[in-house]
């Protein structure tokens, strides 16, 4: 409890951060080793208070998704993966899913593409602004993108120019009480 | 090897840190899902977030110690503060024993608040006459 409260009083709250990935080798999809290395980059965050739940979407082959379950055991207990098989909706549907097994203790939900790499500072960086009760949602800025293949990165970048939805910033935080669902 | 051993260990403890779902339908208020043996769950849509522990119900003497907070403060301005609010802590506490059958944790902690404010006072009072003898012409 005291814990917490020394969180809360230094504008750390408890965020977790769902990375959604969709393995395979069809152009949009996302290699299993651009997704280790994502991953690999939430491990190394320099935050107290955080968990990272990795969706993986439909994936229709298991040998694709079952390394990165792997690694997410791994990682240890911050992390947790889930694969949803047969779910309707798109990346949306399964954010709406993944959202009801966050952490009850989360006040943010984070949102980081399987494909786009975080500085360990982060969460550091992008966390303290909650603490303005009038933030609920706050975008992050793309400096680096993981994926080389310049087709999928054309692919990634054109998605996020075009998106009018912040849900659909690749790296993002919004308030879990105000936060709805994903359309 | 060596990395092998806690790894199982942790496989043990944490088997739920891996969900392998398959959507079956929904409606408005939940999903029904199946594991990977075959059996039918119901997730709920809604993240209300239950709470661990029950409210606490008031305690009789929390506004005592709050109040004898109060005079902490109250020492800072020459001890006057102290004067005045120490005993009002101490009267709330006297007034829960005496309209409230207490508990017998609720009278140690009335006979803390009074040592407390008796405390404050005994420091109040000499800071406040040498605050008024510094005073005084």
């Known amino acids: 409890m005291l814990t917490r409260a020394l969180y809360l009083a230094a504008g750390w709250f408890t965020i977790s951060l769902v990375v959604?990935?969709?393995?395979?080798?069809?152009?949009?999809?996302?290699?299993?080793?651009?997704?280790?290395?994502?991953l690999r980059a939430l491990a190394a965050l320099d935050y107290p208070a955080y968990e990272v739940l990795?969706?993986?979407?439909?994936?229709?082959?298991?040998?694709?998704?079952?390394?990165?379950?792997?690694?997410?055991?791994?990682?240890?207990?911050?992390f947790r993966f889930m694969h949803l098989a047969n779910w309707p909706g798109f990346k949306s549907g399964a954010l709406?899913?993944?959202?009801?097994?966050?952490?009850?203790?989360?006040?943010?939900?984070?949102?980081?593409?399987a494909d786009y790499q975080v500085s360990p500072l982060f969460l550091r960086e992008m966390v303290p602004a909650f603490t303005d009760p009038q933030v609920a949602f706050r975008p992050r800025r793309i400096t680096g993108i993981t994926n080389r293949d310049p087709i999928r990165r054309r692919c990634i970048t054109r998605t996020n120019i075009s998106s009018r939805c912040p849900w659909r910033s690749a790296t993002s935080a919004t308030r879990s009480s105000s936060l709805g669902r994903w359309a | 090897m060596a990395h092998a051993l806690p790894q199982n260990i942790n496989d043990l403890l944490e088997p739920d840190r891996t969900l392998i779902l398959r959507y079956e339908g929904e409606d408005d208020q939940s999903y029904s899902v199946s594991g990977t043996?075959?059996?039918?769950?119901?997730?709920?849509?809604?993240?209300?977030?239950?709470?661990?522990?029950?409210?606490?119900?008031?305690?009789?003497?929390?506004?005592?110690?709050?109040?004898?907070?109060?005079?902490?403060?109250?020492?800072?301005?020459?001890?006057l503060g102290a004067l005045v609010l120490a005993p009002l802590a101490a009267l709330w506490a006297l007034a829960m024993l005496i309209t409230r059958s207490l508990?017998?944790?609720?009278?140690?902690?009335?006979?803390?608040?009074?040592?407390?404010?008796a405390g404050l006072l005994g420091l109040a009072i000499p800071m406040s006459a040498l605050f008024l003898a510094r005073l005084s012409p």
Do not use: H
Request: proline share 13%.
């Open chain 1, 20 to 38: 959604m990935m969709l393995g395979g080798t069809r152009p949009y999809d996302e290699p299993p080793e651009v997704v280790e290395a994502t």
């Open chain 2, 37 to 79: 043996d075959g059996a039918r769950l119901t997730v709920p849509k809604n993240r209300n977030v239950p709470k661990p522990f029950l409210d606490q119900p008031p305690q009789p003497l929390t506004p005592a110690f709050r109040l004898l907070a109060a005079p902490f403060v109250g020492l800072a301005p020459a001890g």
């Open chain 1, 54 to 78: 990795v969706v993986d979407n439909n994936t229709p082959e298991e040998k694709t998704w079952r390394p990165i379950e792997k690694l997410c055991r791994e990682l240890g207990p911050r």
């Open chain 2, 103 to 117: 508990t017998r944790d609720d009278r140690i902690r009335v006979m803390v608040v009074w040592g407390i404010a």
């Open chain 1, 96 to 113: 709406n899913f993944a959202l009801t097994q966050t952490s009850p203790s989360a006040e943010l939900v984070g949102v980081v593409d």
